[in-house]
């Protein structure tokens, strides 16, 4: 039962075009949403988030856009670095069982080429 | 000066054996956490601690056993290891209030690999 889900698990762009990572949840309770980069053989790094009153957050290079009504986020980055290839995880937050919870997509591997 | 750390980083044992994975942080976060990322890549919640307190225990085997002996420690200890506890376990650490989501720091992961 994935409540989060990143259906493309890979993406590869051109250094300085635009990468876009989409990710999409089952779930409306969820109220946040949280953008991880992660690196091999690295934890996860949080890298930008959103709340649902929002529809837009920007942080330099990176945007994250959301959609309530269709369920869906997505992740902007422009211009793309070959730095920027890492594993990006989507999760979303919400009182789950009593409990804040972050439930995580399965990620989406970015490569950018210079 | 790392953040939220964890040792061991490779752990390599045997079925049956009991193992223990070390996880500290210096953020001064009230809330540590305990992920494990499987072969199909997804991370999960299995514990998480407030202040020292057990605030979320997810349907995992009673075969592992949270303990958080202060705020800036919480340590997983697994019994009777299986094969297919075969995972990379990911520590995190954040700040919590009642309504308010705080991102979560997490540790380099721990590769537990069980022959």
């Known amino acids: 039962d994935q409540q989060v889900k990143q259906n493309s698990p890979s993406l590869s762009v051109q250094e300085g075009r635009i990468s876009i990572l989409n990710c999409d949840y089952t779930n409306s309770m969820f109220d946040y949403f949280l953008w991880y980069k992660k690196y091999p053989a690295e934890g996860p790094t949080f890298l930008i988030s959103?709340?649902?009153?929002?529809d837009k957050n920007e942080d330099g290079r990176f945007t994250v856009f959301l959609n309530k009504s269709a369920k869906h986020l997505s992740l902007h980055i422009v211009p793309s670095q070959p730095g920027d290839s890492a594993v990006y995880f989507c999760a979303a937050s919400a009182i789950l069982g009593g409990s804040e919870k972050l439930v995580f997509g399965k990620g989406t591997k970015l490569t950018v080429n210079p | 000066d790392t953040a939220v750390s964890q040792t061991p980083k490779y752990l390599v044992t045997q079925m049956g054996n009991d193992k223990s994975i070390k996880c500290e942080q210096n953020l001064g976060h009230d809330t540590m956490y305990w992920y494990k990322q499987d072969s199909k890549k997804f991370l999960k919640i299995m514990f998480s601690y407030n202040n020292k307190e057990l605030i979320i225990n997810e349907t995992v085997p009673n075969r592992f056993s949270p303990k958080s002996p202060d705020k800036a420690h919480l340590n997983l200890h697994i019994n009777s290891l299986e094969l297919g506890d075969s995972a990379v376990y990911f520590c995190?650490?954040?700040?919590?209030?009642?309504?308010?989501?705080?991102?979560?720091?997490f540790g380099p992961g721990t590769r537990l690999t069980v022959l």
């Open positions: 959103i709340s649902s009153i929002k």
């Open positions: 995190a650490s954040s700040h919590r209030l009642a309504g308010v989501m705080y991102e979560q720091f």
